[in-house]
């Protein structure tokens, strides 16, 4: 259990340092690590033959999503004072972001919904063939 685990954290790492790389390199304002995990996505799209090896310490990472939110915590703890004076650009980030991920969730459901029905918005059919 320990190899494939240590293969996962060697690949996400990997991704990770080629995107703090390309961040750094070309002076982006997107962090590293966001780079990584687009880089990865990108490659887990076009060629899958990672997807069984980092998929079960994946899933078990994400099992334990919450504990990764801690340092977060601990770096609006230290600078609270920077956020109690910019607190109106942050809520408002925080609100249109919301709202953007909510919505683009809902428009790739539906289309992927519409896929996997084969027909978009066609009325579905009980099992005599009656049309609900």
Do not use: D, H
């Given at each position: 259990m320990t190899a494939p685990m240590l293969q996962t954290f060697a690949i996400l790492l990997v991704f990770q340092?080629?995107?703090e790389v390309?961040?750094?390199?070309?002076?982006?304002?997107?962090?590293g690590p966001v780079l990584g995990m687009i880089l990865l996505f990108g490659w887990l799209v076009f060629d899958d033959r990672l997807l069984p090896v980092i998929q079960g310490t994946t899933?078990?990472?994400l099992k334990h999503l919450s504990l990764l939110f801690v340092p977060a915590g601990v770096g609006i703890m230290v600078h609270a004072n920077r956020i109690e004076g910019e607190w109106m650009p942050i809520l408002v980030a925080l609100v249109v972001s919301t709202w953007l991920a909510i919505a683009t969730t809902a428009v790739v459901t539906r289309m992927l919904m519409r896929k996997r029905s084969g027909t978009p918005d066609a009325p579905h059919a009980d099992a005599k063939g009656e049309q609900a």
């Open positions: 340092s080629v995107g390309i961040s750094y390199a070309l002076t982006l304002p997107v962090p899933t078990e990472l």
